[in-house]
Structure formats: structure tokens, C-alpha cells
């Protein structure tokens, strides 16, 4: 029988919207399908350099051997399922489901439906022909052998006797063999194996007579019980990955560098990037000072240049620049988060334009602003989708806010919207669209030094205050700058190291007294 479903694998915008977004977001959909082996190997191939594209610096070429490179990609494969594991507390193994409709499902589903037609008329010939039929029970016995602790001998033992293959084949070479019998023992060895969400589908065997049917449908819910037992050690295990998670993500790492030694290429040009604008935005600073006494400008700390990298991130062009090596395995994660953090700024953008132009008439009505947000929220949902249309969408939007503000200044008795705010209130949220739209920068702007004193929090300091204007979405950016703020943590923790000794060589004398690590 085909074994492709034994293989568990992990289980996470407009007409004018940006096609880059767009692409982002699909390659975020697709990954968290894949297996961890072949997402890693597919991120890998992404960020590898082309002929075409510049690139930083590296080491000299390395020759290394085929093995060796095997090993490398085994342990790179190991080092991203650990830290999918830790790092993601819903992490579950699912199994792979070809698209529907594509050529891989096509073929699976006419071998699958050739092998078992195949086995029918086996057992339709007179006398039945049961050759395959025992090499799927044998399958059936390693499967349910591999459900035991060591500890338990008795069950091994009576599973040994029961489908005993020797003596399956005498008996249906001398016709005595019963079929049944043995379809019955395995539906009691799953059932006693079996997760409580299985009990049904155990049960539902019982009610298949027919002994092709029967065989095709333990195989089936079987698939579903190595599924479940793979997340059972996922979830036995994952205290002890939280423990030992660091130093062996760091060891894998250095070991991948020792024979890579050219693996931190774009992670340097990551954090130079990061330094020349702090640089750049400090220059700019002070040639606006010039007039006023201004003192020499500061040096650039490391961990101001560290932490303003991780929020480059969020805005990172994933196309045309490779992502930095040492957050690979967190690409998905980023992405999803820069696809929110979009729409939070367009919603609080929107937001600040409506009650700016309602004023006072509506400030403080409760559950108002609950309520514009989501339908802001619903409006713009499919935004980084192909069919999003961006004229269309924030036209809607002025149209349905009007409608909204309408409802609500004559239910509270206030003097109605006229067509002149109406139609000033509309076109600024159309301009919102416009990534150049100053509103949308002021937001922006706002965020990123939010998060920016996300980052840079430590205990001894005041909690971080939301800027104004993001009262709308402060709920959603908190819970956004935790997830943040995990993953920073973390990745500095790992990583500290190499990013100590690359951050001292960028930032010279700069960064030779403050450590990354927070």
C-alpha cells in the first residue's frame, strides 16, 4: 500500500495593493503546510544568493563533501523543528494533503484507487488470493508495534502471536484462514492504543463487513493515530527543549558556520543597514539643531542598533533582499506580523481621521469606537489578497464611516453631518490609501517608537506609555509588541554571540563596551 501519508509534516495585498505583501502573505499560508524539513530547505534556497542579485562580502568558497553537507541540512532541519516547538505553543504535526485539484492529488488518488482495486479482485478469485492482503497486515503489526513503551512485553507478545505471518500464510494456503479473526484483533489493539478523540472512528470499524473496505479503513484511521502520537511527544518533550532550547540552537548553529563559514553574510548587512540609518537620522538631527546650541552628537549604542534592526524587519522587502540567517527560521512569523501591523496602522489611521472630523459629538459614546474599528477591520480583511481593489475598498469605507456617524450624532440628538463633512471626511480616509498620506506616517511613526520602547523595556523602568492616537488599537499592538518582544528575546539569547562580535566590528570603539543582550 502507498505510504504517503506516514510521513507527518508541521501544523502560523489589492488591485493596487502591494505585490510584494501579497506574495508574503501566500508564502506564509503555503509554509505553514509544509513539512519542517522541506520548509527549511525552501527558505534556504530563497535566501541563497543568485548571479544576479548583490551580495555582501563572504568567505572563500569551502569544499565540503556531499555527507557533510547531508549532515549540515539534517541538523539544520533538526535546529528549526526544536525551535518551531518552543517557540510556537499550538505547534502540531499534521498530515500532507496534496491542493485539490493539483497533479500530485490526481495521481495519488489513481494509485491509491489502482492498488485497491487491485486487491478486490485478488480477494474476489475463487479461492481469494490473500498475498497482499498479508503483507498489509504485516504493515498493520509494525504500525501497532510501534504504539509500545519497552515496558510493555505482555502486549508485544500478543500482538507477536495474533499476527503471527508465518502461520497467516499456512492457514490461507489451507484455505482456514479467517479473515475476520484477525481484522477484529487489530480493531481491539487500536482501540486500546487509540487517542479518546479516535474512540468514534475505532468504532465505526466494526461496522464495515467487507474485508477490502475494512483494510482500507484501519489504514486510514491508523495515519491518524501515528499523527497523534507524534504530538504526544511533541507535547513530552517540549518542556525539555524550553530548557536546553538555547545552547542547542546556538550549537547547531556554530556547527553550521563551521562549515559554512560565510553563513552570517546578510546577517551583517542587516545590522549595518540598521547602523548607517540610525546614522543618517542622527546627521539629519543634527544639521536641524545647528542653530540652537547643540552638543556633539552620541555615539550609536549596540543595542539601540539591535533592537531598531528587529523593527526593520517589519518592513522588510522580502523579495529583493535576502532575510538575515539568524531569523530564517522566524521569516513566517515577521511576515505575518508586518502584514498586521499594516492593517493596524491603516485602522488607527482611519480612526483619528473620523474623530477628528465628528469632534466632541461623538468622543467618550461607549462602544462607538469598538464598533467602527471592526467594521474598518472587516472592510479592509482582504487587503493583501490579488483581488483587493484599493479605490474600491476606501470609498466603501467614507461611505459606510458617514452612514455610521449619521446613525449615531441623531440617536444621541446632535446636530447631523453635513454633506460638506461628509465629503471632506470621506476623501481624506480615500487619500489613507497613499503610503506618502501624513496621517499614515504620523501613525506610523508613533508605532515604531512604541515598539521601539517595547524593546529597549527593562523591569527597573516605567511601563511603556501608548502614544497618542493609538487608543483605537492599543490592545492589538500590546498583544502584538509581547509576540515581539518573545521573539526578540529569545533570538538575542541564541544568537548573542555572533552578534556581539558583528556589531563591535560595525560600530568599532561605539560598541565596544555594551553587550546586545537585554
Not at 526544536?82 to 491542493?99: D, T, W, Y
Not at 478469485?125 to 497482499?132: C, F, G, I, K, R
Amino acid at each position: 500500500m502507498p505510504k504517503d501519508s506516514d510521513q507527518p509534516s508541521n501544523g502560523d495585498d489589492d488591485k493596487q495593493t502591494d505585490p510584494k505583501e501579497t506574495r508574503a502573505k501566500e508564502t506564509s499560508a503555503e509554509e505553514k503546510s509544509e513539512d519542517p524539513e522541506a520548509l527549511v530547505q525552501k527558505r534556504m534556497r530563497r535566501n541563497t544568493p543568485s548571479p544576479h542579485r548583490i551580495t555582501p562580502q563572504s568567505s572563500p568558497p569551502m569544499c565540503v563533501s556531499v555527507e557533510e553537507l547531508m549532515e549540515t541540512a539534517k541538523g539544520v532541519t533538526n535546529m528549526a523543528l526544536a525551535h518551531e516547538i518552543v517557540l510556537n505553543g499550538n505547534f502540531q504535526m499534521k498530515p500532507p494533503e496534496p491542493a485539490e485539484g493539483s497533479l500530485e492529488k490526481r495521481v495519488k488518488d489513481i494509485m491509491h484507487k489502482a492498488f485497491w482495486d487491485s486487491l478486490e479482485a485478488q480477494m474476489n478469485q475463487d479461492p481469494p488470493l490473500y498475498d497482499h492482503a498479508i503483507k498489509l497486515v504485516g504493515e498493520i503489526k509494525e504500525t501497532l508495534l510501534s504504539f509500545l513503551l519497552p515496558t510493555q512485553g505482555r502486549l508485544r507478545g500478543q500482538i507477536e502471536e495474533a499476527l503471527d505471518l508465518s502461520l497467516i500464510q499456512q492457514q490461507a494456503e489451507n484455505g482456514a484462514l479467517d479473515i475476520g479473526r484477525v481484522a477484529q484483533f487489530i480493531i481491539g489493539m487500536m482501540g486500546a492504543f487509540c487517542a479518546p478523540c479516535r474512540d468514534e472512528d475505532v468504532k465505526k470499524l466494526h461496522d464495515i463487513t467487507d474485508t477490502v473496505p475494512l483494510l482500507k479503513a484501519i489504514f486510514s484511521v491508523l495515519d491518524k493515530m501515528k499523527i497523534d502520537m507524534a504530538n504526544f511527544a511533541v507535547r513530552s518533550i517540549r518542556p525539555q527543549l524550553l530548557q536546553h532550547s538555547v545552547e542547542y540552537e546556538r550549537k547547531k548553529f556554530q556547527e553550521f558556520l563551521d562549515k559554512q563559514p560565510n553563513a552570517l553574510d546578510f546577517t551583517r548587512k542587516w545590522l549595518e543597514d540598521s547602523a548607517h540609518k540610525l546614522r543618517s537620522r542622527q546627521e539629519q538631527s543634527d544639521v536641524a539643531g545647528a542653530g540652537a546650541a547643540a552638543g556633539p552628537s552620541s555615539s550609536l549604542q549596540p543595542l539601540t542598533v539591535h533592537n531598531h534592526a528587529y523593527l526593520c524587519l517589519l518592513k522588510w522587502d522580502h523579495d529583493a533582499s535576502p532575510f538575515p540567517e539568524t531569523l530564517l527560521m522566524d521569516q513566517v512569523r515577521f511576515q505575518e506580523m508586518q502584514v498586521e501591523l499594516d492593517q493596524l496602522t491603516t485602522v488607527a489611521s482611519v480612526l483619528l481621521i473620523i474623530y477628528n472630523s465628528a469632534g466632541e459629538a461623538i468622543s467618550g459614546l461607549p462602544g462607538l469606537m469598538d464598533h467602527l474599528k471592526s467594521t474598518v477591520r472587516v472592510l479592509l480583511s482582504e487587503r493583501h489578497t490579488p483581488s483587493f481593489n484599493a479605490e474600491e475598498a476606501f470609498a466603501t469605507i467614507g461611505e459606510r464611516m458617514c452612514v455610521e456617524l449619521e446613525e449615531c450624532l441623531s440617536k444621541h440628538a446632535f446636530s447631523p453631518f453635513s454633506c460638506d463633512r461628509q465629503s471632506a471626511l470621506k476623501g481624506q480616509i480615500a487619500a489613507v490609501k497613499c503610503p506618502d498620506n501624513p496621517i499614515l506616517k504620523l501613525i506610523d511613526s508613533r508605532i515604531q517608537t512604541y515598539l521601539m520602547a517595547f524593546l529597549e523595556y527593562s523591569p527597573h523602568r516605567s511601563p511603556v506609555a501608548m502614544p497618542g492616537g493609538l487608543a483605537p488599537i492599543s490592545k492589538e499592538l500590546e498583544d502584538l509588541a509581547v509576540r515581539l518582544g518573545r521573539l526578540v528575546n529569545f533570538n538575542k539569547l541564541v544568537y548573542s554571540p555572533f552578534y556581539q562580535d558583528l556589531l563591535q566590528d560595525i560600530l568599532g570603539d561605539e560598541g565596544s563596551t555594551t553587550t546586545v543582550e537585554t
